[in-house]
């Protein structure tokens, strides 16, 4: 019986520790999608095509630069001159 008692309590911390984390995900993506005024892109590295692939953006990055998809952030990429 104490046995069953501490699963569940186990099972219930681990679910209310989700729970928590999931919602503070879900703000801070929240703050950059509607709030941040700078554009934001998330990207990954394709490590067998040596390619960056968009993930995600802001709103303010979608609207100002109109990039969607991986071939709109790739025009973009081909397009942009960074200066050092």
Known sequence: MLLLVIKSHNED??????FFRTRKQNLWE????DFLPISLFVV?????TQRIEFVQANKCAKKKL??????EL???????????
């Open 30 to 33: 929240s703050i950059i999608e």
């Open 44 to 48: 990954k590295l394709d490590k067998i």
């Open 66 to 71: 109109k990039i969607h998809s991986d071939d």
């Open 13 to 18: 911390s681990i679910k209310r520790e989700l």
């Open 74 to 84: 790739q025009r973009f990429l081909d397009s942009t001159r960074i200066e050092i």
